[in-house]
């Protein structure tokens, strides 16, 4: 049996994002709230009004919580231009806001290219898709996946698109993904 949750109280008022429409709202000073997820720097929370929301880590401290560490990019320091294998750790610290898997093992990464940017660095272009093309979660999770990859040294350019063909399935996640889900 899972551990039940207590609620929240929100003390000052923060913008979140609802889930899965993707449009703007406010929680209010003083609002009951219920964390369901803490993962890659957002909080996923389910109002008393029964909406799902995220809130973005900078707003940890209306929900009574710390904002989480900003983990370093995957070669910082290092000088040595990004990898197309750095570039796919730093997407897995992009989760789905329902689901508690990140993006490469969700499948929702369907390309990802490096190439010279045409100032010097690297451009780096990402084709990616949301598990149902009615998600209006895509522009939020393309421009996290946006900022994840810019954080890498040498990189100067990240396009993200949005892509629906071929559609997502099941069948595109990783077996971790899958076993960590109980969809053996």
């Known amino acids: 049996m899972s551990e039940a949750r207590s ?4 003390s000052r008022i923060c913008e979140a994002t609802l889930i899965p429409g993707g449009t703007k709202m406010l929680l209010h000073e003083g609002e009951e709230v219920y964390v ?10 389910t109002t008393m009004r029964g909406y799902l ?9 209306a929900l009574g919580l710390e904002a ?6 995957a070669a910082a320091g290092s000088g040595a231009p990004a990898d197309l294998e750095q570039v796919l750790e730093e997407l897995k610290s992009v989760f789905d806001p329902e689901i508690p898997v990140n993006v ?15 100032g010097g660095g690297q451009r780096v272009e990402i084709k990616m898709s949301m598990t149902a093309p009615g998600c209006g979660m ?11 990859v810019a954080a890498l040294p040498g990189v100067e350019e990240v ?14 996640m990783s077996e971790a993904a899958r076993l960590q889900l109980g969809m053996y």
Do not use: H, M, N
């Open 138 to 148: 895509g522009d939020v999770l393309a421009d996290d996946a946006k900022t994840a």
């Open 7 to 10: 609620p929240v109280i929100v």
């Open 36 to 45: 369901t997820q803490s993962l890659g720097g957002t909080f996923t929370v």
């Open 68 to 73: 989480p560490e900003e983990a370093p990019a």
């Open 159 to 172: 396009d993200v698109e949005l892509v629906w063909d071929p559609p997502w399935d099941l069948s595109r």
């Open 104 to 118: 490469v093992d969700l499948g929702l990464i369907y390309g990802c290219e490096l190439s010279e940017a045409p």
């Open 53 to 61: 929301a995220r809130v973005a880590g900078a707003d940890a401290d």
